[in-house]
């Protein structure tokens, strides 16, 4: 499964979280929750700092947090290398 910034949003809105919501549980900043969701890969972190808050966010909605740091990261290293 590719996990990107719409399936997490899906996944999110299934749990009848706002992004508010998870922003405060997880400690991830609302903009970048939301450019997460949006797949800004341009406005993102660092890859450092955007493993740890993937794996963050992915314990909060339940899912793989390895699974998804993988497949997200996947598509921000290859946007990266577009650029």
């Not at 990107?4 to 999110?12: F, M, P, T, Y």
């Amino acid at each position: 499964v590719e996990i990107n910034g719409s399936l997490l949003k899906q996944v999110r809105m299934a749990r009848a979280l706002t992004v508010a919501q998870l922003a405060e549980r997880t400690r991830i900043g609302l903009k970048h929750l939301e450019n997460l969701e949006a797949d800004k890969y341009d406005v993102l972190p660092a890859t450092v700092y955007l493993r740890g808050m993937l794996m963050s966010l992915a314990r909060e909605l339940g899912l793989d947090g390895i699974a998804v740091c993988k497949s997200y990261l996947s598509f921000v290293d290859a946007h990266r290398a577009k650029h």
